[in-house]
């Protein structure tokens, strides 16, 4: 008895860093209700079975305080691999045949459709009327965004981030088949910079081995790009002279043509050229 409580305990800690991404100890036991002795005794069965392993703090990006970082505890890949749907081998086994049947773009599509579909609802950032965009409209968005994939089953949420905020997808329903085709990922990242309007990163996926999908959202006001101006070039017109010249020997009129270009007025000033 005492053994299958502990497993559904040890269910929940998972549960927990998957929705949730890395945590401290301290995290785990005020959310779970447990003694720091039973959270480590739970730890260290997780990490034994390498379902779980130990970090020294948190995001590159993280601003951090003073003093020793906190130690957190995330889900490795063996981990995320027990979350294994059964579907995954008929995605990617469709997703091959796709590929082989019609090619690389319409594998590309269909990840375009996948994920325009998952965030049909998101409002998308749209410039003022002085053509910017302000860091309060990126950020409802992005939280927009996360909600729309939580939705979907990717435990998504946004964290704030020096000059920046982070959408973070502490799970991954496709992460075995984007693995292999990472056209899934690039989707995302390309619609995530048309609703945002602004240019964004991604630092890590689950699908390579990391803990969480992270993409850094920039939050400095931005413009349109202004128009480049271009000047029309002045037309040179050419100009043609005929003179008549009288041949001694036969009395006849002979007509020649002299052409010459004008130059533009800017140019020509007040040149006379003389012909003799």
């Known amino acids: 008895m005492a053994e299958h409580h502990d497993g559904q305990t040890r269910a929940a800690v998972v549960t927990m860093l998957v929705e949730g991404g890395p945590a401290t100890a301290t995290d785990i036991g005020h959310r779970l209700g447990l003694t720091a002795a039973g959270v480590r005794r739970h730890l260290d069965a997780l990490i034994a079975a390498g379902d779980v392993e130990s970090t020294i703090g948190g995001s590159r990006f993280e601003q951090r305080g003073r ?18 749907h059964t579907y995954d081998d008929l995605a990617g086994a469709a997703m091959r045949k796709l590929r082989d049947v019609a090619g690389d773009d319409a594998v590309t599509d269909f990840a375009q459709d996948r994920i325009r579909g ?29 909600e729309a994939l939580t939705a979907s089953g990717f435990a998504a949420s946004t964290e704030r981030v020096g000059t920046g905020v982070q959408i973070c997808q502490h799970h991954c329903p496709v992460a075995h088949v984007a693995a292999e085709f990472p056209e899934l990922c690039e989707a995302e990242t390309t619609m995530f910079t048309e609703l945002l309007g602004t240019h964004v990163q991604r630092l890590a996926t689950i699908a390579n081995g990391d803990c969480a999908c992270t993409t850094h959202v920039p939050l400095v006001p931005t413009a349109e790009p202004v128009a480049r101006q271009t000047t ?23 007509q020649t043509s002299t052409t010459t270009d004008v130059q533009p007025t800017s140019d020509r000033g007040n040149r006379v050229e003389e012909t003799r």
């Open 67 to 84: 003093g020793r970082p906190a130690k957190r505890f995330r889900l490795t890949p063996t981990g995320r691999g027990r979350l294994h």
């Open 118 to 146: 998952m965030v049909g609802g998101v409002d998308p950032v749209a410039p003022g009327g002085d053509g910017t965009t302000s860091p309060e409209q990126v950020e409802r968005t992005a939280e927009q965004i996360a």
């Open 232 to 254: 029309t070039p002045q037309t040179v017109t050419p100009q043609t002279t005929t003179h008549q010249t009288v041949t001694p020997e036969s009395g006849t009129h002979r």
